[in-house]
Antibody, heavy 127, light 110 residues
Framework: QMQLQESGPGLVKPSETLSLTCTVS????????WTWIRQPAGRGPEYIGR???????????NYNPSLKSRVTMSVDTSKNHFSLKLTSLSAADTAVYFC?????????????????WGQGTMVTVSS | QSALTQPASVSGSPGQSITISCTGT?????????VSWYQQHSDTAPKLIIY???IRPSGVSNRFSASKSGNTASLTISGLQAEDEGDYYC??????????FGGGTKLTVL
């Protein structure tokens, strides 16, 4: 049974860069779309971006237009994990960060539906 | 890109039905037949309960149903149970090929 686990620092200083990794266990990372989603306390989730992993390459990549200038996602198939970098952090970036898998029924991809989630990791931006 | 609009809270008694609305624009809900719904309990990740506007993933109770009309989607929970209490979020595909979520609705089972 496939599982996801986020890892990274819990505290980051303003203006610095956040780096998070999501490790996929119980299955191959390939042939799926993977996403990062964050959720500030007491608020709804916010989509960050989506990346596809295959044996030959990663991508295509899609980013939330409101975050696009600060976000980079990548996949490392040899380590069965994918990563997020978010630059120029501010207090507004404080949230629980989730990695998740895009749902497919075998025929179609549903880019707004996420059927497998990590437990989430709390990231606080503060000096 | 503003979040989809949901009521902050709804409530109902056990056995009753409730409906949660989710309003967007022609750039998201109104433009595509891709709406999903999630259930979230405290300190856990959201759980997918509806995709493709009105399809339930395997294992999700048939007490959950959903629909869409124009720029508004709706989730109905029938035969309310205590375990249904929690937060509910809608999401939609968007014109920028991304996803957008609602602000969330807190369901209280009285």
């Amino acid at each position: 049974q496939m599982q996801l686990q986020e890892s990274g620092p819990g505290l980051v200083k303003p203006s610095e860069t956040l780096s998070l990794t999501c490790t996929v266990s119980g299955g191959s990372i390939n042939n799926y779309y993977w996403t990062w989603i964050r959720q500030p306390a007491g608020r709804g989730p916010e989509y960050i971006g989506r990346i596809y992993s295959s044996e030959t390459s990663s991508g295509p990549i899609n980013y939330n237009p409101s975050l696009k200038s600060r976000v980079t996602m990548s996949v490392d198939t040899s380590k069965n994990h994918f990563s997020l970098k978010l630059t120029s952090l501010s207090a507004a970036d404080t949230a629980v960060y989730f990695c998740a898998r895009v749902f497919t029924d075998g025929n179609s991809w549903y880019y707004d539906a996420f059927d497998l989630w990590g437990q989430g990791t709390m990231v606080t931006v503060s000096s | 890109q503003s979040a989809l609009t949901q009521p902050a809270s709804v409530s109902g008694s056990p056995g009753q039905s409730i409906t949660i609305s989710c309003t967007g624009t022609s750039s998201d809900i109104g433009g595509y037949n891709y709406v999903s719904w999630y259930q979230q309990h405290s300190d856990t990740a959201p759980k997918l309960i509806i995709y493709d506007v009105n399809i339930r993933p395997s294992g999700v109770s048939n007490r959950f149903s959903a629909s869409k009309s124009g720029n508004t989607a709706s989730l109905t929970i029938s035969g309310l149970q205590a375990e249904d209490e929690g937060d509910y979020y809608c999401s939609s595909y968007t014109s920028s090929s991304s996803a957008i979520f609602g602000g969330g609705t807190k369901l209280t089972v009285l």
